[in-house]
């Protein structure tokens, strides 16, 4: 079966630290992702989160060893006010068209066992 995961962004926060690559204040973004499997019969949106600090100024990704105490300290907040998508799953039309033939079958089934002579 075909089946795709990835990381979907949920919600771009613009953090107004300075970035520890480019020392520009107007670049960082912190980023909460979470993962979506997709595959044929359904899609799912999972619990499982990431999350990153970008820099839309120096295109770099900035990794936790780099963080400053101002960033952990807003990372922190900004982690506890996020609320995250809650997991589903969406049935897709092949599931949908499977489910509708097996009940149709089930009910013939059940019509011939029960009228045999119709
Ligand atoms: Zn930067």
Redesign the pocket.
């Given at each position: 079966m075909i089946m795709s995961e990835k990381l979907v962004t949920i919600k771009e926060v613009v953090l107004k630290n300075n970035?520890p690559?480019?020392y520009?204040n107007e670049?960082l973004r912190l980023i909460f992702k979470q993962k979506i499997i997709d595959t044929k019969l359904y899609r799912s949106t999972t619990s499982q989160m990431s999350h990153e600090i970008a820099?839309k100024?120096?295109h770099?990704i900035i990794y936790p060893v780099k963080w400053t105490d101002d960033i952990e300290r807003v990372f922190e907040y900004q982690k506890k006010a996020f609320v995250p998508q809650k997991s589903s799953i969406y049935l897709k039309k092949t599931s949908w068209i499977a489910i509708i033939l097996a009940i149709i079958i089930a009910i013939a089934v059940i019509l011939i066992v029960v009228y045999p002579n119709l």
């Open positions: 970035c690559e480019c520009n670049g820099c100024t120096c770099n």
